[in-house]
């Protein structure tokens, strides 16, 4: 099961922000957040990840509260291409290692 | 640097068939796991190969297999196809940076009729 929940769907207004949330309660002390993007049928696109201290890229925001135990993605001007399926992940051991496991994610959509 | 490739993009089987597919990682990363999409499922991991050697799997029958060739370049192979077996199927290649960041493809649609 994946270690993290997020909101099934969210509105965003062309132009504005999006905060995308996420909670990681379990997570562990050296375990990372990534933040994947799904656009219709194409692969997953990486865009941002951190481990506590807050992060930023040419996409997005990453901000993780001091306990960890959340984040939120920031996209501070949403456009219409932003529209896609934000998955929120941290890795989740099993008998053989740890890899990705995926929830279903947010499906944000931008308005125009 | 190009970035994951897979091939072929769509493919059509008849269940009892197998199939394989395939993926080209990234230049230099030598990690490549495999996931299944499916809209019920989701995405669900599937394997990871590193170095020509399976390190990591998934929760999946045995007629799901993978090899991975010394160039890095990483097949996966289905064998006696079901219907449920329709599905993205995506290659993701990791390299060394801190936080393994995986890359992925475009992926495989694979229909099984």
């Known amino acids: 099961d994946a270690k993290t929940t997020q909101p099934p769907s969210m509105d965003c207004a062309e132009g504005r922000a999006a905060n995308l949330p996420c909670n990681h309660s379990?997570?562990?002390?050296?375990?990372?957040v990534y933040w994947y993007r799904q656009i219709h049928s194409q692969g997953p696109q990486y865009i941002i990840h951190?481990?506590?201290n807050n992060e930023t890229n040419e996409m997005a925001s990453l901000i993780i509260t001091e306990d960890r135990k959340s984040s939120t993605l920031i996209l501070p001007h949403a456009t219409l291409r932003d529209t896609a399926v934000y998955y929120c992940?941290?890795?989740?051991?099993?008998?053989?290692?740890?890899?990705?496991?995926f929830g279903p994610g947010t499906r944000l959509s931008v308005l125009p | 640097k190009a970035g994951v490739t897979q091939t072929p993009r769509y493919l059509i089987k008849t269940r009892g068939q197998q199939v394989t597919l395939s993926c080209s990682p990234i230049?230099?990363?030598?990690?490549v796991s495999w996931y299944q999409q499916t809209p019920g499922q989701g995405l669900q991991f599937l394997f990871e190969?590193?170095?020509?050697?399976?390190?990591n799997k998934g929760n999946f029958p045995g007629r799901f297999s993978g090899r991975q060739f010394s160039n890095s370049r990483s097949e996966m192979n289905v064998s006696t196809l079901e219907l449920g077996d329709s599905a993205l199927y995506l290659c993701a290649s990791k390299g060394r940076l801190a936080g393994d960041i995986q890359y992925f493809g475009a992926g495989t649609r694979l229909s099984v009729l």
């Open positions: 190969y590193f170095s020509e050697t399976q390190r």
């Open positions: 992940i941290v890795r989740v051991a099993n008998n053989y290692g740890q890899n990705f496991v």
């Open positions: 230049s230099g990363h030598r990690s």
């Open positions: 951190g481990l506590k």
């Open positions: 379990t997570i562990s002390g050296n375990e990372y």
